[in-house]
């Protein structure tokens, strides 16, 4: 075996407590050693010496590099002391915190054994239940829908449809939003994920100048609180973005230190070489390299508490149910921490989603963030369904690698998606194939976690990278006469309305040219099943709830079929593994 492959670590993503007494274990082997025998030897701590139980561990996945084996552990009493007992062949031993053992001296087993000492329950990471229960929709205001038309409308400088530019306003506002909720929900849509609102000069409002006013292009206050009035009734969730990396050039204290330079109260609240900031050169940190935005001191205590209070206010006043983060991940550790307390004593409910494109484990521990947007599963996605030759085996070995990452509640609540405001649209990124981009969707929607509809996608919008993504949205599209949306339609309402999609357990296969995302509740079985052959694939019984492609009870290449059954019935793939 490859020993210097196999790794675990207590207290982590392979070692975690999904309730006051109940653990996830997970232990890590090299790929060539999938086959391996991996027996849990565990027990309470105090009397380990003389009293082990084993259970066997089940082999769960493979990624491009490693095996994975994983167990849901209850637990009588939470001081657990474990090690792990590998076999592979005529090879055989014990792996501890101490290392590797051909016996193990059990007495003595204190001093190397892993360990969770307690689980306390304000530790553990507790999951928002309706993150996994439906479909979110972001919405990119400016161009999704306008609503009120006794507003000025001297600053609109576009045609609705017109190709965007990174200056240009059409008009979108939180009045369009309202009108157009009874279509979100017959859409499917259970949460909705709203681009800043807040006073700004740009179009995407990402460049605040005042924290506590809702942009007059966009609306007022009554207007926001109406959308969430309306939201809340039809059982819609509303999350905002918080912008707390950095601010507009214009925010007001920003603006006194350059009156007034280092005399400023405000100078350390962000971080300045010079007596004064200047914009050429440049001598302030900033978002990228944007002068116009000044990058927050997020170590200062002033700074976190003046950011907290408005995260706590739009809960506090508004209901709102939850915050997306903007550019989360180069923000202080500390401060989300303290934003975390804040946030979930307000509304332990509100979800805390941050924008991290890669690894972003250590915010995802439970004392920080809910989840991410998970721009890694889009990419995995796509790199599946823009090839000619579909590989699945490489779409579960990534897939697999991302479930890894993080603990169960974590992929529970992870916003998965397929493209958003800050990139090409998919449509664009596979040439235009609608077939693919329903493929993506299908996969996005059956797969664990919380799946994001960016708009306009399921009219199949196109566009290139920011501010092409950003068209406005044509809703003569939208509607029963559009074979694609109502295709889309179906998928989302079935995310909504089969709970073995929302708290099934996940198995990623493949067989015979057919990629199959089986999600198990009970005994119901949810199961979408995709075509990556060349050829047609004959699709077993079953309920079928959405599909695309399917000619009788063909599935033909391309095509998927979201198919549901009970376990007791005996279908001629069920020794797939």
Same mark, same amino acid.
């Given at each position: 075996?490859?020993?210097?492959?196999?790794?675990?670590?207590?207290?982590?993503?392979?070692?975690?407590?999904?309730? !006051?007494?109940?653990? /996830?274990?997970?232990?890590?082997?090299?790929?060539?050693?999938?086959?391996?025998?991996?027996?849990?030897?565990?027990?309470?701590?105090?009397?380990?010496?003389?009293?082990?139980?084993?259970?066997?561990?089940?082999?769960?996945?493979?990624? +491009?590099?490693?095996?994975?084996?994983?167990?849901?552990?209850?637990?009588?009493? /939470?001081?657990?002391?474990?090690?792990?007992?590998? *076999?592979?062949?005529?090879?055989?031993?014990?792996?501890?915190?101490? &290392?590797?053992?051909?016996?193990?001296?059990?007495?003595?087993?204190? =001093?190397?054994?892993?360990?969770?000492?307690?689980?306390?329950?304000?530790?553990?990471?507790?999951?928002?239940?309706?993150?996994?229960? &439906?479909?979110?929709?972001?919405?990119?205001?400016?161009?999704?829908?306008?609503?009120?038309?006794?507003?000025?409308?001297?600053?609109?400088?576009?045609?609705?449809?017109? *190709?965007?530019?990174?200056?240009?306003?059409?008009?979108?506002?939180?009045? &369009?939003?309202?009108?157009?909720?009874?279509?979100?929900?017959?859409?499917?849509?259970?949460?909705?994920?709203?681009?800043?609102?807040?006073?700004?000069?740009?179009?995407?409002?990402?460049?605040?100048?005042?924290?506590?006013?809702?942009?007059?292009?966009?609306?007022?206050?009554?207007?926001?609180?109406?959308?969430?009035?309306?939201?809340?009734?039809?059982?819609?969730? /509303? /999350?905002?973005?918080?912008?707390?990396?950095?601010?507009?050039?214009?925010?007001? #204290?920003? =603006?006194?230190?350059? *009156?007034?330079? @280092?005399?400023?109260?405000?100078?350390?609240?962000?971080?300045?070489?010079?007596?004064?900031?200047?914009? $050429?050169?440049?001598?302030?940190?900033?978002?990228?390299?944007?002068?116009?935005?000044? $990058?927050?001191? %997020?170590?200062?205590?002033?700074?976190?508490?003046?950011?907290?209070?408005?995260?706590?206010?739009?809960?506090?006043?508004?209901?709102?149910?939850?915050?997306?983060?903007?550019?989360?991940?180069?923000?202080? +550790?500390?401060?989300?921490?303290?934003?975390?307390?804040?946030?979930?004593?307000?509304?332990?409910?509100?979800?805390?989603?941050?924008?991290?494109?890669?690894?972003?484990?250590?915010?995802? @521990?439970?004392?920080?963030?809910?989840?991410?947007? !998970?721009?890694?599963?889009? *990419?995995?996605?796509?790199?599946?369904?823009?090839?000619?030759?579909?590989?699945?085996?490489?779409?579960?070995?990534?897939?697999?690698?991302? @479930?890894?990452?993080?603990?169960?509640?974590?992929?529970?609540?992870?916003?998965?998606?397929?493209?958003?405001?800050?990139?090409?649209?998919?449509?664009?990124?596979?040439?235009?194939?609608?077939?693919?981009?329903?493929?993506?969707?299908?996969?996005?929607?059956?797969?664990?976690?919380?799946?994001?509809?960016?708009?306009? %996608?399921?009219?199949?919008?196109?566009?290139?990278?920011?501010?092409?993504?950003?068209?406005?949205?044509?809703?003569?599209?939208?509607?029963?006469?559009?074979?694609?949306?109502?295709?889309?339609?179906?998928?989302? !309402?079935?995310?909504?309305?089969?709970?073995?999609? +929302?708290? &099934?357990?996940?198995?990623?296969?493949?067989? #015979?040219? %057919?990629?199959?995302?089986?999600?198990?509740?009970?005994?119901?079985?949810?199961?979408? @099943?995709?075509?990556?052959?060349? =050829?047609? =694939?004959?699709?077993?019984?079953?309920?079928?709830?959405?599909?695309?492609?399917?000619?009788?009870?063909?599935?033909?290449?391309?095509?998927?079929?979201?198919?549901?059954?009970?376990?007791?019935?005996?279908?001629?793939?069920? !020794?797939?593994?």
């Amino acid at each position: 075996m490859n020993r210097a492959a196999i790794f675990h670590e207590p207290d982590s993503r392979y070692c975690f407590a999904i309730s !006051n007494d109940t653990l /996830v274990l997970r232990l890590r082997l090299a790929k060539e050693d999938k086959e391996a025998e991996i027996e849990l030897v565990y027990g309470m701590k105090y009397n380990y010496h003389n009293h082990q139980k084993r259970i066997k561990m089940p082999f769960v996945g493979c990624d +491009h590099l490693h095996a994975y084996y994983e167990i849901c552990l209850p637990l009588e009493d /939470v001081r657990l002391a474990y090690i792990f007992h590998i *076999k592979y062949g005529e090879e055989c031993f014990y792996y501890s915190e101490g &290392g590797f053992f051909d016996s193990y001296d059990f007495d003595l087993g204190y =001093q190397t054994y892993f360990q969770m000492p307690y689980i306390n329950a304000i530790d553990v990471h507790r999951p928002v239940e309706w993150m996994s229960q &439906g479909t979110f929709y972001q919405i990119f205001i400016d161009r999704f829908a306008r609503g009120d038309f006794e507003k000025d409308d001297s600053y609109i400088d576009m045609d609705w449809f017109a *190709k965007p530019t990174s200056r240009s306003f059409a008009g979108g506002d939180l009045a &369009g939003v309202c009108q157009k909720l009874d279509y979100l929900e017959d859409l499917g849509i259970t949460a909705i994920y709203l681009t800043p609102i807040f006073k700004s000069l740009s179009n995407h409002k990402y460049d605040i100048s005042d924290y506590y006013a809702i942009d007059p292009q966009f609306g007022d206050q009554i207007s926001l609180k109406n959308l969430i009035k309306e939201a809340h009734l039809r059982g819609i969730k /509303v /999350v905002l973005d918080a912008v707390f990396n950095h601010s507009s050039y214009l925010l007001p #204290e920003f =603006q006194d230190i350059l *009156k007034h330079g @280092r005399k400023s109260k405000y100078y350390e609240w962000f971080m300045i070489n010079g007596d004064f900031p200047t914009r $050429k050169p440049l001598n302030y940190e900033t978002f990228a390299t944007v002068s116009e935005m000044p $990058k927050w001191n %997020t170590s200062n205590p002033e700074v976190q508490d003046y950011l907290l209070e408005i995260a706590a206010y739009w809960i506090r006043e508004y209901q709102i149910d939850g915050w997306r983060l903007d550019v989360s991940d180069e923000i202080s +550790h500390d401060f989300w921490r303290r934003f975390r307390k804040i946030v979930k004593e307000l509304n332990p409910d509100a979800v805390i989603i941050g924008e991290n494109w890669h690894d972003a484990y250590p915010y995802l @521990r439970g004392d920080q963030f809910d989840s991410i947007m !998970n721009y890694a599963f889009s *990419k995995a996605v796509l790199d599946y369904v823009s090839k000619d030759d579909f590989d699945s085996q490489v779409l579960i070995e990534t897939l697999t690698n991302l @479930r890894m990452r993080n603990t169960w509640q974590v992929n529970q609540m992870n916003l998965n998606l397929l493209d958003s405001h800050d990139t090409h649209r998919f449509l664009t990124q596979v040439n235009g194939d609608k077939d693919k981009l329903l493929l993506a969707v299908a996969i996005l929607l059956a797969f664990e976690g919380s799946p994001c509809i960016y708009y306009g %996608t399921e009219i199949a919008m196109s566009g290139g990278y920011d501010p092409d993504c950003r068209r406005g949205f044509d809703w003569e599209k939208a509607g029963v006469a559009n074979p694609f949306w109502v295709t889309m339609r179906s998928l989302i !309402n079935s995310r909504k309305y089969e709970e073995c999609l +929302h708290k &099934g357990n996940t198995r990623l296969l493949s067989k #015979e040219g %057919t990629f199959i995302i089986r999600r198990e509740l009970g005994d119901t079985v949810v199961e979408l @099943r995709v075509n990556d052959s060349k =050829q047609p =694939q004959v699709l077993p019984q079953g309920e079928v709830l959405a599909s695309h492609l399917l000619e009788q009870h063909d599935l033909m290449p391309k095509g998927f079929a979201l198919l549901k059954y009970s376990k007791r019935k005996e279908l001629t793939y069920e !020794n797939v593994n």
